[in-house]
């Protein structure tokens, strides 16, 4: 059994190459014993790509926005 700890981290960002993927890059070079695996494939989930609502955008997007 392994002795390192391990951590699953999730961006936030579904954007290539966003500031929560570079801030966890940097983390993780300089991190020591602890095993991370970074789930960064949030885009295929359609709720995490804003693009998915720019053409056919549901009422409530539009409300929200105008806020």
Known sequence: MSSKTKIL???GSASENSSNQRLMDQILEKTGPVNFLMYDN??????FDTALTDNHTPEEVL???LR
């Open 9 to 11: 981290i999730i961006i």
């Open 42 to 47: 949030l885009s295929v989930l359609p709720h």
């Open 63 to 65: 409300k929200s926005r």
